[in-house]
């Protein structure tokens, strides 16, 4: 079994076909979605998870079918079905089917849930390199829905990692709109210099991931110094450390970042085990 997915009360295995041609989702983008992770029979901040993709979705105008613990419920039964070697990807999502009264907008009445829960390997602790997106920035709150995780935001995602994948990188350094770093196309960002962490402070262009959130708050109750702040351009070509987090890869050292090849220091992989250990102790199987 690769893939198991809960919709209109049921399990199903494999890739099950939910949207139609009019459904307001799949020609007008409103779905919203997460992603959390299950590995060796644990599931780190799943909780959490759920409770972001309920708040994403009434963002987007939806209104969800299933409370946070409804979905925890779930997401553990699903995890449970696989057993405790699977490494899953742990997927709820929201979304509409109908318009509301205006030209393009949704029908709360009309929102939909499924979870969707399915093999991906882990790449945690795994180095990677970065490069710097020309052709895209993050939005402000006012241009798109940026404080949900919103499956609309994530095609200008993947316009920049197109570019950086042309250029020989794994993923791509993001700015914002003031030209400052954000993140990169599909995590978040940390450098370390002199011992000292620092990450973009949260303004409203970039979630505040879940991972990173937990990262933060372990390195500081090992002693670590975090500041989160703003991050500008120059400080990737200074920094001693960059590594990133996410649920792809958890948490990931980077190698190279445009011409400067750096390797793995001690405050990523003191991070990377931090959260690992960490994570063992969120059992679900």
């Not at 199903?12 to 299950?38: C, K, Q, T, Y």
Request: hydrophobic share 35%; glycine share 10%; aromatic share 8%.
């Amino acid at each position: 079994m690769d893939t198991l997915t809960y919709w209109n009360d049921t399990w199903h295995e494999g890739n099950p076909a939910i949207l139609g041609p009019r459904d307001h989702a799949f020609w007008l983008g409103s779905m919203v979605f997460d992603g959390g992770r299950a590995f060796e029979g644990c599931g780190p901040d799943l909780d959490l998870h759920a409770e972001r993709v309920v708040r994403s979705a009434k963002v987007l105008g939806l209104k969800p079918t299933k409370t946070a613990g409804e979905i925890l419920a779930l997401m553990h039964e699903g995890v449970r079905r696989f057993g405790p070697k699977a490494e899953l990807y742990v997927r709820p999502m929201f979304w509409a089917t109908k318009g509301g009264p205006g030209p393009i907008s949704v029908d709360p009445a009309s929102t939909q849930f499924l979870l969707c829960v399915y093999h991906s390997p882990m790449r945690a602790g795994t180095p990677l390199t970065l490069g710097l997106c020309h052709t895209i920035r993050r939005p402000t709150p006012e241009s798109a829905p940026t404080m949900a995780k919103a499956s609309c935001l994530y095609p200008n995602s993947s316009r920049g990692v197109a570019e950086i994948l042309e250029r020989g990188f794994n993923n791509g350094v993001v700015l914002d709109s003031a030209g400052n770093v954000a993140e990169t196309c599909s995590s978040n960002i940390f450098l370390a210099k002199d011992g000292v962490v620092a990450t973009p402070v949260p303004n409203g262009s970039f979630l505040a991931g879940i991972t990173r959130n937990r990262t933060v708050t372990l390195l500081r109750n090992a002693g670590v110094r975090v500041d989160e702040r703003t991050v500008t351009l120059p400080e990737l070509d200074d920094a001693d450390e960059i590594f990133t987090t996410g649920n792809a890869g958890k948490v990931q050292p980077v190698s190279r970042y445009e011409s400067r090849d750096l390797q793995p220091g001690p405050i990523a992989r003191q991070a990377h085990e931090l959260y690992m250990a960490w994570s063992r102790t969120q059992r679900v199987i």
